[in-house]
């Protein structure tokens, strides 16, 4: 049974005990991320992510840090989102103090040394190549900067290179002071856990105190008519990712629009994957997603398609959406739907570091925790019925987006296409 409690410092701590494993996640997760930011800043959460493994006072350098873990056979890593940062280490849960001392190291103790800074801005600039040469990712990017446009929910986590470019030393230091602190952390401790953790946790992140925080810009949902965005590109394939506005993380709603994404897109014998894929032989990969922000939200599918047919593959698309609008689910494609939701689940929360994640994203989105049971529980009563009226209420013409990577300039053949 998971424990919350509040330490003297005004920090949040989340145990979750786990039978059966021998190993221990700390993950250390904060409430900011690029929807934080402005249009100076952006990319400044994720740069401030990767600076943290660039050597404290105690351990000067980033082989320092990870010397020490790789030592005990630790996997350790960072990520940036929209709206969360968070820094976890698994181990060996006998090398629990180890991990401790080193994630409170690291983001209270970090030099943030010049040439350090300097070094990094190059290998953020290379993580942008990346990103921006690999459709399949980028296209993600682009459908967001689609529906949001020029505001930080719209902008790249990553950011621009000009921004980075320009992010200072004291850039990183005053963030670090705005929106580090107790008021904005959660840490979790998920795994085999024994006595000790709250006064382990509590003694080193004594330092770790309020900040003077600033929270992000709210996004007002608004779309008149579909929206379509473009990202010219020399490819041999085209991307897309076609979806509606959805709803934010707690709405009443939100269990009935992750089974209908599943529905939709979720797997290998999901309808879009077996008509774009199977039939059609479209597509290599076909997947719908839900997502769900705080103030926000969205539903699209994403795959790589011919050049010359992705018109074909937006009205394939389409037409799978609209029989959610007409017809009733089966009830043995919704049972099948709810079992892999369960079966995925129960195998991915076996870790201890997936279990950290589960209850640590949804408190610092939500503020508060949603243990598995109750996720099964909410899943199992959704009904066809509701997948019907949410699909009625999503899929509708002027809420249409659609975010293409590839060689195309012209919007109108798009546009004529773009509605049920």
Not at 68 to 85: C, H, I, Q, R, W
Request: glycine content about 8%; hydrophobic content about 35%.
């Amino acid at each position: 049974m998971y424990k919350q409690k509040k330490l003297k410092n005004g920090l949040n701590l989340i145990t979750v005990p786990m039978t059966g494993t021998k190993t221990i996640t700390i993950l250390v997760m904060v409430k900011t991320g690029s929807k934080y930011e402005n249009k100076k800043n952006n990319g400044i959460s994720h740069f401030l992510e990767h600076m943290f493994f660039k050597g404290t006072r105690k351990r000067p350098t980033t082989l320092a840090i990870a010397g020490e873990l790789d030592k005990v056979g630790a996997e350790f890593n960072a990520f940036t989102s929209k709206e969360y940062t968070g820094y976890f280490v698994k181990v060996d849960s006998s090398k629990i103090k180890l991990a401790v001392d080193i994630v409170s190291d690291m983001l209270l103790n970090s030099k943030f040394d010049p040439k350090e800074i300097e070094r990094e801005r190059g290998v953020i600039i290379e993580e942008i190549n990346m990103r921006h040469d690999n459709p399949m990712i980028h296209i993600e990017d682009v459908f967001e900067e689609c529906l949001y446009g020029d505001s930080p929910a719209g902008w790249e986590v990553i950011g621009e290179k000009k921004t980075v470019l320009k992010l200072s030393r004291q850039d990183l230091l005053n963030y670090i002071k705005s929106q580090y602190g107790t008021g904005s952390v959660i840490i979790c401790l998920a795994g085999n856990i024994k006595g000790g953790s709250e006064k382990l946790i509590s003694r080193y992140f004594s330092r770790l105190g309020k900040t003077d925080f600033k929270d992000k810009v709210k996004i007002k949902e608004k779309q008149a008519k579909p929206q379509i965005k473009i990202y010219y590109k020399k490819t041999g394939q085209a991307n897309i990712s076609l979806g509606v506005r959805g709803i934010p993380v707690g709405h009443k709603d939100e269990f009935i629009l992750k089974v209908l994404s599943i529905i939709l897109g979720g797997s290998m014998s999901s309808r879009l994957f077996t008509e774009l894929r199977e039939r059609k032989g479209l597509a290599y990969y076909v997947r719908t997603q839900a997502e769900f922000y705080t103030d926000s939200g969205y539903l699209t599918t994403q795959a790589g398609v011919p050049v010359g047919k992705v018109t074909e593959a937006i009205k394939i698309i389409l037409a799978e959406y609209k029989k959610l609008k007409d017809a009733l689910v089966g009830g043995k494609e919704l049972k099948r739907t709810k079992d892999l939701i369960r079966g995925r689940s129960v195998i991915k929360l076996e870790a201890s570091d997936d279990m950290a994640g589960w209850y640590a994203e949804r408190a610092i989105l939500e503020g508060k925790v949603l243990p598995p049971d109750n996720f099964f529980r909410k899943i199992d009563e959704v009904k066809a019925k509701d997948i019907k009226a949410e699909a009625k209420k999503i899929f509708v013409n002027k809420c249409l987006n659609l975010a293409i990577i590839g060689p195309f300039k012209d919007k109108k053949r798009f546009e004529r296409i773009l509605k049920f």
